[in-house]
C-alpha cells in the first residue's frame, strides 16, 4: 500500500498565476476527494469524484477553479489567476469501491497535501 | 459551514495521563470518524463510528457516540509524547455520506 500522493508538497507562486496540483490515489480506490484547509481549521470539502464522474463541487470551487480526474485514476486541481486568499493546504483523499475487498469504503485515506502561498 | 465542533481547543496533559475530547455535530450523520494531523502534514485515519455504534476501541483509543446529543468522545488511555498532535472529527452525514463535514480540532500537548 503506498498511499495517497500528492505533488508538488509546496508551490510558492504570485497572485494571478495559474497553478496545478496532481493526486495519486491509492490504486484501487474508485473514489477521489479534494479538501481545503486553512491555518487553524479543519479541512473542507471542495470536490468528489467516482471514477471519472464529478458528482458534487462546492460551493467554495470557484470558476477559477477546476478539477479532473479523466481516466479515473489521477486528479489534478487547476486554480487559475490565483489570489492571496487561495494560500491554504489542499488535500486529496481516495476510498475504495464498496466490494468490501480494499478496506472500509467509508474510511477516507488522505495524501500529505500541498501546500499553496500565493505572494 | 462546519458541522462538527471539538471542545476543548486545546488540552495539555503529562505523559501517562488520559486525554479525553468532545466533538458535538448539529444534524443527523451515517458516521462520525476521527483523524488526527501532524504538523504540516496529512490526515491519519484513527477510528470510524457508525450512527448504530455507541462505542469502538482500537488500541489505546476509545469512541463514544451519543446520537441523542450529536455527540462523540475520543479517549486517549496512558498518553505518550507522540500523541501529541491536532485531533479532529469528522462527520458523514445520512444525505451524503462521501463529503465529511470536520470541526476546527482539539490541540494535544503531551508532557514529559
Known amino acids: 500500500d503506498t498511499g495517497v500522493s500528492q505533488n508538488p508538497r509546496h508551490k510558492i507562486t504570485k497572485r494571478g498565476q495559474n497553478v496545478t496540483f496532481r493526486c495519486d490515489p491509492i490504486?484501487?480506490?474508485?473514489?477521489l476527494y479534494w479538501y481545503r484547509q486553512t491555518l487553524g481549521q479543519g479541512p473542507e470539502f471542495l470536490t468528489y469524484?467516482?471514477?471519472?464522474?464529478?458528482?458534487?463541487k462546492s460551493r467554495l470551487l470557484s470558476d477559477r477553479f477546476s478539477a479532473e480526474r479523466p481516466k479515473g485514476s489521477f486528479s489534478t486541481l487547476e486554480i487559475q489567476r490565483t489570489e492571496q486568499g487561495d494560500s491554504a493546504m489542499y488535500l486529496c483523499?481516495?476510498?475504495?469501491?464498496?466490494?468490501?475487498?480494499?478496506?472500509?469504503?467509508?474510511?477516507?485515506?488522505f495524501g500529505p497535501g500541498t501546500r499553496l502561498t500565493v505572494l | 459551514s462546519q458541522q462538527g465542533e471539538e471542545d476543548p481547543q486545546a488540552l495539555s496533559i503529562q505523559e501517562g495521563e488520559n486525554a479525553t475530547m468532545n466533538c458535538s455535530y448539529k444534524?443527523?450523520?451515517?458516521?462520525l470518524q476521527w483523524y488526527r494531523q501532524n504538523s504540516g502534514r496529512g490526515l491519519v485515519h484513527l477510528i470510524l463510528?457508525?450512527?448504530?455504534?455507541r462505542e469502538k476501541h482500537s488500541g489505546r483509543l476509545r469512541v463514544t457516540l451519543d446520537t441523542s446529543k450529536k455527540s462523540s468522545s475520543l479517549l486517549i488511555t496512558a498518553s505518550r509524547a507522540a500523541d501529541t498532535t491536532s485531533y479532529f472529527c469528522?462527520?458523514?452525514?445520512?444525505?451524503?455520506?462521501?463529503?465529511?463535514?470536520f470541526g476546527a480540532g482539539t490541540t494535544v500537548t503531551v508532557r514529559a
Open positions: 483523499a481516495s476510498s475504495p469501491r464498496p466490494n468490501g475487498l480494499a478496506g472500509n469504503t467509508d474510511t477516507q485515506y
Open positions: 490504486s484501487e480506490h474508485n473514489r
Open positions: 469524484f467516482q471514477n471519472e464522474a464529478q458528482l458534487e
Open positions: 444534524t443527523s450523520i451515517n458516521n
Open positions: 463510528i457508525r450512527s448504530n455504534e
Open positions: 469528522a462527520t458523514a452525514l445520512l444525505s451524503n455520506d462521501y463529503k465529511l463535514s
